[in-house]
């Protein structure tokens, strides 16, 4: 990335074909002015062009460029069911973990109804997701790898940075003043979504 910092992208949605291609018709190119977006995945590239995102930046947990034993039967599988010319993204691997998650959830608890039971049986299940190894915290937020990929030019991710482990969940954020100092556990059920830490 170039020294002077990135473009930080939060738009959602058709905003992005407009940004864009906006960017680059005013000569504001990744080389110069690259942006970091936090919701352009894989489908967003395939609809916008490659074209017009060749060279920025998006950070996920998840590309369908992430090389491992289990990421590569998933993108297998999918393509079979759903066509080769079809791409898979982190939204859609999060989904997918979430089922297996849920599923060993119910077969420790032993119970599909009972709430409490499957709340508490999710507590720590992991689960070697295509990402990598995943885990449900007592936040009931997932420990995930966090990586930064760059638009290549089949509209694919190359993955510049991995945080090589999975990275604790922190789900009350810490630096805005009214969730500053709470948290959640729900193995404690005095605590649950949100208590306070001092």
């Known amino acids: ?13 058709a905003g992005n074909v407009a940004f864009f291609k906006q960017l680059q018709g ?23 062009g490659a074209e017009y995102l060749k060279g920025h ?28 010319d079809r791409v898979v993204n982190d939204p859609m691997e999060a989904a997918y973990i979430m089922v297996y998650l849920w599923k060993q959830a119910v077969e420790k608890a032993g119970t599909a109804d009972d709430l409490e039971k499957v709340r508490t049986a999710a507590i720590g299940q992991t689960f070697a997701a295509p990402e990598g190894q995943v885990t449900l915290e007592a936040n ?4 995930k790898v966090v990586r930064i990929g760059q638009v290549r030019d089949d509209g694919l991710f190359e993955i510049v940075y991995d945080s090589k482990t999975a990275v604790k969940p922190i789900p009350w954020n810490q630096f805005v003043a009214d969730t500053k100092g709470y948290a959640c556990d729900w193995s404690d059920p005095a605590k649950g979504g949100k208590y306070k830490t001092t």
């Open 26 to 48: 005013a000569g504001l190119g990744p080389d110069k002015y690259p942006s970091m977006s936090v919701s352009i995945a894989e489908e967003e590239v395939k609809a916008i």
């Open 57 to 84: 930046y998006a950070a996920w947990n998840y590309f369908q460029t992430v090389d491992t034993p289990e990421s590569k039967k998933f993108v297998e599988a999918f393509k079979k069911k759903y066509g080769d």
């Open 1 to 13: 990335m170039p020294n002077g910092g990135v473009i930080y992208n939060s738009l959602n949605g």
């Open 140 to 143: 009931h937020h997932l420990s």
